[in-house]
């Protein structure tokens, strides 16, 4: 049976959303890596397996390439506060041993590859500026404030279930949990050990009950 014209365009749409999978994936872990300045399209196209004029067609610079692979991260992070945060189950209780299960499983996944990798967003932030690269800075700082939020939802449903004093500053201190993880992340690669995650995170019962 021939091949229709509708039939043709779908494949040509279905393999486009393909490559562009496969663009931010690689683009997302190469920034991971290797950062910003050392990030580029080219290298970006032999990692994904498709010609560099792929990158441009779905990329027309490396600033929207890099928004996209933050994108990515982000909805993968949240994706993963959502099941192993969230979750209100008696079986993830008290509070203090959730958040502090939640931390653990991040830095077992650092181990993975020698603490060498911290946060994207963390290592964006170190080594990028508003002024260079705008829609970066931007999407960098979204994805952090989103970070903010989960925690804030999580304590106040940690509040109201009499887990946590209902007068915790909760913005406040969901705030300084994110610094705080985030700060020890760049210590951690510095230093290429878990220490720095490890005493972070032994803090959290101080931090909640501050």
Known sequence: MDETDDDAGLRTRA???LTKRR???ACLEHVWDRGYGATSMALVAEAAGTPKGSVFYHFPTKETMIVAAVAEYVEQA???RKRDLLPDAPSHRPTVTRLKRYFHKRMEARRATNFRRGCLLG???AEINDEAVPAIA???QQGLQSFEEDVASFLTAACHEGEVRS???VEEVSSTLVNGWEGALLRMKLSGSP???ESFIATVPI???R
């Open 123 to 125: 290592n964006l932030a």
């Open 78 to 80: 949240t994706a993963r």
């Open 23 to 25: 663009l931010v994936e």
């Open 207 to 209: 931090i909640i009950r």
């Open 167 to 169: 007068d915790l500053h």
């Open 15 to 17: 393999n486009g959303k």
């Open 195 to 197: 220490k720095p995650l």
């Open 138 to 140: 931007k999407a960098v």
